[in-house]
Each structure stands twice: as C-alpha cells, then as structure tokens.
C-alpha cells in the first residue's frame, strides 16, 4: 500500500480517475452527435457560471458531504453502509414530523429539534441492519440494501396517507410553516448587503455540513472511540485481541453513519425553498455519498473536495440537459460514468500506478518489509 | 522426462547475476548460483533476506531486473509460472495451494486436464499417480479429500503435484514450518528418495538443523545478496548462523535456573468449544508460578491458540481460571481483554500480523493498542492525548532497539522481528504479572530472536509468571523451566526441559506417550490426521 | 481539479450565451416518467412539437429525475427567460405556487392542478365527465353485467377517473357490477404492465368482459391481456384504439397536448387564471375512429352524445371524486 508516496493516492489516483470518466464521457457526446467542448463548457457554466447556479452546487454538496461522511464513518469500521438512501429518508420523516407539527417559534430551534430528529430517525434506520451485523452476521451490505426499499416503501405510504394534506396529489407533505424554514445563503449575504446564490436553495445547513466534517475528523482521530472504529476496521481479529468489543462498535459505527446520513435530511427538507418533504427526496445521494468516501479517502477533507466536484456534476448536468437537445438519459449515464471511474473503478486505477511507483519510483516512503514478498508466518 | 543428466558437469540450474529491486529496495542483488542435478541444495537466510523473491523470479512470478537462469545448460526464459512447469520446475508452497474439497486426485489433475472432458484425465491421473506414489514411497490415497488428510499428506500431494507435471526440480518453501519432528523425518526420507531417482532439489528454509541433516549443498542470503555457497559437509551451524546475521550469534538462552513463587496461574479443568463446535481443548488443568517459563509445546493447532486466547479474554471457556487467587471471567462474551488487561495479564499473541498490531496503523498508535483506555493516554475525558502515546512509543522503541526507531512509521513497515519487539515492548512494559507469549519469534530474525529471548527471561527473573507457547521445540526447551506439550487439546505431559529430549516431546506431540511401544510414521499420521481437524 | 473547474475561465464569456439559443421562446418540463411515456408526458410532447411544427419556431424542454429537481427547473427556464413556461403534472403546484412570485414578468402554465396566482394559468381537467361517457359505454357493451377499472397510482386524481366511469356504468345498467383495482400506491404503478396484465386477468375471472386502464404506462398491459383474452378494454390520455384494433372499445381522451398547444400558441400573453377543459370545450372525450367504428353502435352513440350535450348544458352533473373525495357509485 506503501509503495506510492501519498501524494499520488490522494490526487493522483483521483485526477486520473476523472480523466477517464472524461474521455470515455467525450466518446459518448460525440457518439450522440454534441460537441464534447460545448458540453463541457455548459455543464462548467451550470456548475459555477453564475452565483445562482454555484449556489446549486453548494446545495448538492450540502447533500454529499452528509452522505460522504456516513458512508466514510462506517468504512473506517471497515461496514459499508450502502442504505445511505434509506437512511435520508427517514431522517427526512424524523425532521418533517419535528418541525411540521411543532409551532417552533424561530428556525434556530427548528432547526435543533430537526437535526437531532433527521439523526434520530436515520440512525434508529440502521439499527435494525446494525443489530444483525453485529449479533447475527447477516450482511450489512444486503441488509441495507432491502432497508432502502422499506424506507422507499414507508416514505411513500406517509407521504400518500397520513402526511398529506387533504386534497392534495403531490406524494408530499404540506409546506412547513414559515418559521422553520432555514435561512438561505442568499438570506444571510443580504444581511451584508451582498445579493448572491439568487433564489438557490443553499442554506445554512451547509455549516451544519462543514461542521460534521469538523466532528467526524475528532471523532476518527482524537477520540478513543474512533481509534477503536479505526482499529476494528483494519482488523477484526485484532480489535478482538485488544479487547474491542465487535458488537459494540458495529453498532456505535453504524449509527453514527445512519445518523450523519439522516441529517441530510436537514438540508433537503427544511433547507430549500419550500420547505416539505417530497417522494424520492434523497434522489441517489446516498449512493452518491459512497463515491463521494471513495474518492475523498474517507477523509473529511477529501468528502468536501469530491462533494463539491459532485455537487459540480450534478448542477452542471441539469444545466446541460436543460440548455441543450442532449436527453436527460445521457446526462446520467455522463453523471454515472464519473461515479463508476472514482468510486467503484478506483482499483483498476489504482493498481496500475502503485505498479508504477514500484517499478520506476524511487520516493516510495516503502521499508524492506514492506514491498518484500517473504513469507511472514 | 528425458533431462536425466547423470552427476555430470551440467549444472541442473544455474543462475548468472540475477538482480530484482523493488522500488528503493534491491530483494535481490547479483545473485549466481549453480545446483548440481541429484542434489540437495539449501537456501538459508533471515526474514526478508531475498530468498522468496529469489524463488518466485526462478518459478516466473517475478522477472529479474537483470540476470540469465539456464536450466540443465540452457538459457531458459521464465515469464510465468507455465513456463516455469514447462521448463521442469516444481514449486511447493509454504501455503498449500490445495481446494480443501476436492479429492487427492483431483487436486492433482486440477490446471494439468488433458481436454475439456474431465473423465480420461481422472482415469490417466489415477494411474500416474499410483505409478510415482510407488516410485517415490510417497503412499497418498487418491480418493482422500484434502481436509480430512493430515498436513504431513498435504504437502505429499504438493509434491505430487509437481511430479505429476513432470518436475525435475523441486523447490520447496519451508516445508518443515507446519509438520512435527516425525512428519519433518518422513519428508526428508522421501526428498532422500526423489534425489536418489536423480531429481534436484531446493529446500528454503531458515531452520539450521534442517540444512545440516539433508542438504548437500547450501547457499546463505543476507540482504538481497549470496553472501556464500558451500558444501554442508564444511559447515556447522554456528558457522552458518554466523553467515546469515552477519555476526556472532548466540544460539542458546543464557539464563539462571528459576526461583519459583506463588502461584499466579491455575487452570483447572479447563474445556473450549469453538464456534464450530469443535472441542478445542479438553480438560486441560496446569499451574504457572512467579518466577518460571512454563513452556506449551505442541503442533500448532491442537488447542495452544484458543487457550491463549481463553486466557487473554476473547475466548470463551468452561472449567476455572484462578489469577493470583481470584476467577477470571470466562464467559468471553464482554470481549474481556479490558478487564484481563487490567488484572496484569499482558499478551504476546501468536500472530502479530492479525493480533498484536494493526498494520496500517503507525507505530506510535500500536503502542496504545490495547491499552487505549489508559488514563496515561487521555485527556480533557474526551480526546486522546496522541501527542502523549508518541512520546511513550518513542521511549518504548528506543529501549527495544526498534529499527528504524520511527514511531510514525506503519506497522507493517517494520521487518517481522522489529514489529514483534513492538509488541513485546508494549506488553512487556507493562509489568504484568502474568505474561503470555504465543510464538515470540515466528518470522523473527536471528538477532531479533535472540533480543526477544533476553527480554523474556528478564521479566521471569523479575518474578512474573509466564506462558511461553510455541511450536519451535527449541525454543521451547531452551527458554522453558517446564514443559507441558499439547495434543489434540490435552496436555499429554509434563516434563523438566534437563530430564527429557526432543524425540520424547516429538513423541508426545504426536500424540504417544513414552510407555507406548514403538511406532510407525503412519500411525502417527493417522493420529494427528485424526486429532486435528487441527487447522 | 476536476474537468468541471478547469474551463472556469472559459464560462464567464459563455455565460451571456448559454442557454440563450431558445431564450424568449416557450418552455415545457415535464414530469417524471420522462416525456416518452406513451401517455400523458407524451402527449404534452406531441402538443409541443405539433406547435413547433406548425410554426417552425423552436421551444425548450426539461425532463426532471427526482421530485428534488421541480423548483430548480422553473427557476432555470424563467432565469433564462423563456416565456411561457409549461409543466405538466399536478405535482408542480407547490413549487410552482413557491417560484412563480419571484418571476412576476413570466407567465406559467400548469397542467392538471389549480393554482391561484396573477401570472399562473391552470389547466384542469373534466376527466370524470369524460370517464362518465366511456362508463355509459362499457355498460353497453358488456354482455355479463361485469365491468372493471385498473387504475395507476391510488391517489384521488385517479379515483375521480374511476368514479366518473363507475357513474357512467351505473347511469345505463344500474344493476351492473364495477371491478375497481389499483396498481399500487408509490409512482412506480404508473409504469408496471406485469402487474397491469395480472389485475386485467384477475378481473376476467371474475366476469369482467370490458376493462377501463387509467394507469399510465401500466395500461399498456392492461390492454394487451384484454386483447390476448378477447375482451374489449378502454384507453386513456391518448387515443388508444390503434393498438389493438377492433378490441379497444374506446379511449378517454385527454387533450393534454391540446392545452400545451394553446399555451404555445398564445405566447408570452397567454390568459392567466383558470382554464377547466371539460367535455363541453372537448377537453375530455370518447374517441370514435376507424378502429373502433365497429364496436361503437349508433345506439350507443346516441346515448353518449345525449349525455354529452346534458353535461354541456349542465342538465347532467356527473359527481367529482376530488371535490369532497367519495364517490356515489362505486367503494375503493
């Protein structure tokens, strides 16, 4: 693993991951007749072009960065919570049934009580999966999985039963009253006589985002906790032999991860324009949050810089869908392309640079032992 | 095959300036040799020495940098390891490449079919394979599936294997590390036979004894480098060890004879069923005092690790375990390696790669493992105090001479024997009353060994009890001032390490008393074939 | 870092001409199901371009992937200054009733749901005035008393399909039984023909011999396990009858692309407020064409076009599920 310098694993193996998400991507605009530059240029345009559409990217970002991190708790506890989608579902539940019913009387508590709520909700999400990890061994992956099809199914039942408003066919809750709903970044730059992200849903939540980062970073690594997570994860047998509890941290680890991924809800329920929880709100950041963790290494730092370019991707491809004849179809498979490169392909880029390090590197940080094949036992 | 080069100027193999680096580090440097065919040629060296790469280059995992190899004469190119076969050469893993499900004969034929068709290739091997078993003495039974065989037969049917894809040259990778003394005789009968048939043979290892009893010829790597060839005849094992560190080694544990206390450690009838409901170890009850290395011999496999890992807290047992007087919990259900730490039990397990350290983490974070709840290690209650645990990591690897003396280094950049002085020095600054040690110098290199030998007897003469279990019976006889052996999770015996010798504990490894009459390799076979679903 | 940042400097220039291709002109998103979905998207579509067609003028378009995207495309279209903009679905009200204030200059057209707004017109259906007449029609038609419905997504714009057709059938043959099924309660019962065909046959066994499908995509396997059974079935939204000629009773027709055609052809000024298409202003219809001329007699041609004029005259109200959310004639 050692063998090549860190510089090449954080930024190398990413940038060339991108390149050939890129390549492939310019193949097939070309493949449907769109001039691959034009695109690319579009979608830079939709992504940052104006301070309205930045502002979109910082939405989705908000998103990913929730996302990202509880995929990356999880991993480091070496559990890949894959029911992130599930899990903003429910939280969106938990923030909706916090905030729609209680007349808070400023957004500040609204926002408290929806957070702790969207928390609640995701974690208390992954509890059941977490349990039968942790005491059953049924696998977390599965698990999570077919909780994403629950979560789907009960979200819909609320959103057409219970929770919608008489006389009303949207499958949504109503409009949350206008006391809940978050202040906008657009709010607060008025508020320093700055008119920027025009009417872009980005809002407050983001610090909430950055401020997750901020906590999983401690928690990771300065905390006894995240050294048992981290420890667990490298190695089960050891965490056995230190007397770290495998129960325990499963399910600590899973709910943290359930809980972060919950608090997306924060953001795409209470955060955007009108305010209400809709059908399919978490629309794949869950499943975008494990891109999201691969490529940012699982690091706080790294999810805000993949999330960002995620968040880019995202804005960017509605804009070039909405601006040109491309179908929205190859948008997605564009958007995918890029998932797949950097997440699920990362080995296949991986490997051959470490090669290459070997063979012509000279830098590698590498001891003896460390590249020597000898037997050890 | 044809290549049956009688005893004369051809050299089976011969490699010319073989060099291979990886990255900065040369595993290989300039490497000649010459093996005579009919030969026995050992291969010795330390840890990271560069004798697997060496090998792996020779069966075409590797290619060398630079460097021609011939085989009997001819410049030979080894891209693979098809072509390695092709050439004639066999290899026989230190883990078995076996499909543990699979028969004998399947497991033979497997990667060698002659067609798409699965039966004439069975019905060819069968009869191949009674021919060379016959030939060689090897006596495998065709139709026996890998897992209810015995280790011994596994690595038969290794052996087989290369022969079946007509091998003249076998390469053999530390074949004795998993086999008794009575199993590691029968294989060297066997590699006698196959030298005798006019086959050559490599034999990598890095036990000394081994070298001296069958090779004719041995060549020492130290480094990356062949720092010497000669016929075994002109050596000894001092001369050799001397070779392989590079300096005088001393081969015997120089300590006092024991000055017993209390007892700290009483096990009593103590029973462990895994979670395969495999009976583990069966009413085994034994003693520790302050102040003695009580030694458990054994096999690996027949019980030694789930009685470390009963006493260490994570596993669980039924019978009673008094420590200083007062019951362990054994309901291994709470992970209990907290408390058993806290009662003054530190732990040397037996594999440091999988137990002892996480090897992605760094050394100075491997200092706290285990011990991660220790006030030293804390601050504000909420953070750990990191920059506190890499100061005690640098003083803990100072004292141990770790090298390189760099706590921020990963675990697994550490050579074995410097990963394990980490452990050690973790568990062993602790000042435990009880200290268990599993295999303290399993991969460890001479000099290390010699290290973690002098640490270990420092504690005991400092009047702790200690649990020494290892399946290196001179180990076990130099360090130990008692010694149980271990078979099919029952203690066979006792024995004081002057009053007994290596060919009665073999014995009672293999399951015999001394009172049984004298024995065939088979029967002890089929003993431990029958005792140890042992791995 | 990324390819999407590299090229920053590039978008400020870009930034006055992106998108402006079709700014002005008019703008259509539709709603999930994509525009290809052989039913009501679709048929906004084909409004659209029939528009485009006729006037060689192009227009914009937009389909949404999640529910999530709703705000940002109205935003995106009126930012970028087409006018009118048009959505199709009811699910665009509340985020429509949420963006269209801030674009007071902009007009909006919304499909199938009401929403009350100085620069909003709101296209609604009389879809139980025009399932009332395919209702009368099956009841003609049956020869076993039995009739059923197959419905999308069970949430009230689809039981007030269901009622108005269950009134019809009790308006000629009150002693008729009425089969009621929904595909489902989450969006993907707009799109599940497996489960479209299962009801349908489900349905025949229980004496069923005409089958009204109003369920999106679903219905195409509605119709299909009727034809292969040989029992008459009824379309909607589109005409429908071409698909299996001679075995479709009829279709209820909607004229979604109608309403986007009008809204195109209107332009900028096109008249805000509430706009009810019903059966008098041929919103809603029962189709009569080649396919289908041998199944409708002149009998019941004249009872439909009977009621038909009633229900112009407001002689004849048929009961709107949605207005109190029960219906007279049939239990869901």
Same mark, same amino acid.
């Given at each position: ?377 | ?535 | ?15 006055? !001409? ?87 200059? !902009? ?69 008729? !039984? ?46 299909? !396990? ?107």
């Amino acid at each position: 693993m050692d063998a090549m310098p860190k510089w090449a694993d954080v930024v190398l193996v990413p940038v060339v991951s991108l390149l050939l998400a890129a390549i492939i991507s310019i193949i097939v605009f070309v493949a449907v007749g769109q001039d691959p530059w034009e695109a690319l240029k579009l979608m830079s345009y939709g992504a940052v072009g104006t301070s309205d559409n930045l502002g979109y990217t910082l939405f989705y970002m908000t998103n990913f960065i929730f996302t990202g991190l509880a995929v990356a708790v999880a991993f480091h506890a070496a559990l890949f919570n894959i029911g992130g989608e599930g899990q903003v579902l429910l939280g969106g539940l938990g923030a909706t049934l916090a905030v729609l019913f209680v007349p808070w009387p400023h957004w500040t508590l609204a926002l408290l009580a929806g957070s702790v709520a969207a928390a609640l909700f995701g974690a208390l999400w992954v509890a059941i999966p977490a349990y039968l990890q942790a005491r059953r061994g049924s696998h977390i992956v599965i698990t999570t999985i077919m909780f994403n099809f629950m979560a789907s199914g009960l979200l819909i039942f609320m959103l057409a039963g219970p929770l919608k408003p008489v006389g009303e066919m949207q499958i949504a809750t109503a409009v949350f009253p206008e006391t809940v709903h978050l202040p906008s970044l657009h709010d607060i730059a008025q508020l320093f006589g700055l008119d920027t992200f025009g009417r872009s849903p980005v809002n407050i939540s983001i610090f909430l985002a950055l401020g997750a980062c901020v906590g999983v970073w401690a928690l990771i690594w300065h905390t006894r906790l995240g050294y048992q997570i981290r420890a667990f994860g490298q190695s089960e047998s050891a965490a056995r032999y230190a007397g770290i509890s495998a129960v325990n941290i499963t399910m600590i680890a899973l709910l943290i991860s359930g809980a972060l991924a919950g608090m997306m809800a924060v953001n795409n329920t209470m955060g955007i324009n009108n305010p209400q929880l809709v059908d399919n709100a978490a629309g794949g950041a869950g499943f975008i949050g494990i891109a999201v963790a691969l490529m940012g290494r699982n690091h706080p730092v790294g999810i805000v810089i993949a999330a960002l370019l995620f968040g880019a991707l995202f804005q960017g491809g509605a804009e070039l869908s909405a601006a040109t004849q491309i179908p929205v179809q190859i948008v997605v498979v564009i958007q995918a392309l890029v998932i797949m490169f950097t997440g699920a392909l990362d080995e296949m880029v991986r490997s051959p640079i470490q090669k290459m390090f070997l063979r012509y590197g000279n830098k590698g940080v590498g001891a003896p032992a460390a590249v020597l094949p000898e037997g050890e036992e | 095959m044809s290549a049956q080069t009688q005893g004369g100027q051809t050299p089976a193999i011969e490699l010319k300036g073989i060099s291979k680096a990886f990255g900065p580090v040369q595993a290989n440097k300039d490497i000649s040799i010459r093996v005579m065919p009919g030969t026995i040629h050992g291969i010795i060296g330390e840890n990271g020495a560069g004798k697997s790469t060496l090998m792996s280059i020779l069966y075409g995992f590797y290619k060398a940098d630079s460097g021609e190899i011939y085989i009997n004469g001819k410049l030979t190119e080894i891209p693979d390891s098809d072509a390695a076969i092709a050439a004639g050469i066999g290899m026989v893993f230190q883990h078995f490449k076996l499909v543990k499900n699979f028969t004998v004969l399947e497991n033979v034929v497997l990667g060698a079919e002659d067609g798409p068709m699965l039966r004439p290739s069975l019905r060819r091997g069968r009869q191949q394979l009674k021919e060379l078993s016959e030939e060689y003495g090897l006596n495998v039974d065709p139709d026996a599936v890998i897992e209810d065989i015995g280790v011994g037969m596994q690595q038969r049917v290794e052996i087989l294997k290369a022969l079946y894809r007509q091998a003249d040259i076998l390469i053999l990778d530390e074949p004795t590390g998993v086999l008794t003394p009575a199993e590691a005789d029968q294989l060297f009968r066997i590699l006698n036979r196959l030298k005798e048939e006019g086959k050559t043979i490599i034999l990598i290892t890095h036990k000394l004894r081994e070298i001296m009893d069958i090779t004719d010829t041995v060549s020492v790597m130290r480094r990356g480098e062949m720092t010497s060839t000669v016929k075994t005849t002109d050596t000894n094992p001092a001369d050799l060890a001397e070779r392989m560190v590079g300096r005088k080694v001393l081969l015997r544990v120089d300590k006092k004879p024991a000055t017993p206390g209390e007892v700290v450690l009483d096990v009593r009838n103590l029973d462990v069923v895994d979670e395969k409901d495999v009976h583990r170890v069966k009413g085994v009850s034994f003693q520790v005092r302050a102040g003695e290395i009580l030694g458990i011999a054994g096999v690996s496999g027949n019980g030694q690790s789930e009685l470390l890992e009963v006493l260490g807290g994570y596993e669980e047992a039924t019978g009673e375990i008094l420590l200083n007087g007062q019951p362990l919990d054994l309901s291994g259900a709470k992970s209990d390696g907290q408390s058993r730490r806290a009662r003054g039990i530190a732990h040397v397990p037996e594999d440091r790669q999988h137990e002892g350290l996480i090897m992605n983490f760094s050394a100075w974070e491997n200092t706290a493992f285990g011990y991660h709840h220790d006030e030293k290690y804390q601050k504000n209650g909420l953070l750990m105090d990191n920059s506190a645990i890499l100061k005690d990591a640098q003083e803990k690897m100072d004292r141990f001479d770790v090298r390189p003396p760099n706590p921020l280094l990963a675990a697994k950049n550490f050579s074995g024997g410097n990963q394990q002085k980490i452990v050690v020095a973790r568990e062993i600054e602790r000042d435990p009353d009880l200290l268990l040690v599993g295999q303290p110098t399993r991969g460890v290199d001479i000099g290390a060994i010699e290290f973690i030998h002098q640490q270990i007897v420092a504690l005991r003469d400092a009047g702790k009890a200690i649990l020494l279990v290892s399946v290196e019976l001179e180990e076990i006889m130099g360090l130990s001032d008692r010694i149980a052996v271990m078979f099919d999770g029952k203690i066979m015996g006792e024995r004081l390490p002057s009053e007994t010798d290596e060919k009665e504990l073999g014995l009672l490894m293999a399951g015999m008393t001394d009172t049984d009459a004298p024995h065939s390799i088979e029967e002890i076979e089929q003993n431990l074939a029958h005792a140890g679903e042992a791995e | 870092m990324s390819f999407t940042t590299k090229f920053l400097g590039a978008t400020a220039a870009l930034a006055l !001409t992106a998108g402006a291709a079709w700014a002005d002109g008019p703008a259509i998103i539709y709603d999930l199901g994509g525009k290809f979905d052989k039913s009501f998207n679709e048929s906004a579509y084909n409004g659209a371009q029939r528009w485009a067609e006729e006037t060689g003028e192009e227009f914009a378009e937009f389909e949404i992937t999640s529910d999530a995207q709703r705000e940002q495309a109205i935003r995106r279209f009126a930012e970028a200054g087409n006018n009118p903009i048009v959505m199709a679905g009811f699910s665009w009200g509340t985020p429509l009733e949420a963006a269209a204030a801030d674009y007071p200059d !902009t007009n909006f057209v919304i499909i199938d749901a009401a929403v009350d707004a100085p620069n909003i017109r709101s296209v609604v259906f009389n879809e139980h005035e025009g399932s009332y007449l395919v209702g009368m029609l099956a009841a003609a038609a049956s020869e076993t008393d039995t009739v059923s419905f197959v419905g999308g997504m069970d949430i009230p714009l689809i039981r007030k399909f269901g009622c108005g057709y269950a009134q019809g059938v009790k308006a000629v043959n009150p002693d008729a !039984t009425v089969i009621s099924n929904m595909t489902g309660t989450t969006p993907s019962a707009w799109n599940d023909p497996v489960k479209g065909s299962e009801l349908t046959l489900s349905q025949i066994s229980q004496g069923s011999d005409v089958v009204f499908a109003a369920a999106g995509g679903t219905g195409i396997g509605v119709l299909q !396990t009727a034809a292969d059974e040989g029992i008459l079935s009824i379309g909607v939204d589109s005409n429908q009858n071409y698909l299996h000629s001679g075995q479709v009773l009829t279709s209820m027709v909607k004229r979604v692309d109608n309403a986007v055609y009008d809204a195109f052809a209107a332009g900028e000024n096109v008249e805000v407020g509430l706009n009810v298409m019903g059966v008098e202003n041929e919103g809603v219809a029962y189709s009569l064409d080649e396919h289908n001329e041998e199944l409708i007699t002149d009998e019941m041609k004249a009872m439909v076009e009977e009621a038909s004029a009633q229900m112009a005259s407001g002689e004849l109200e048929v009961h709107d599920y949605m207005s109190d959310e029960t219906c007279p004639a049939i239990d869901f």
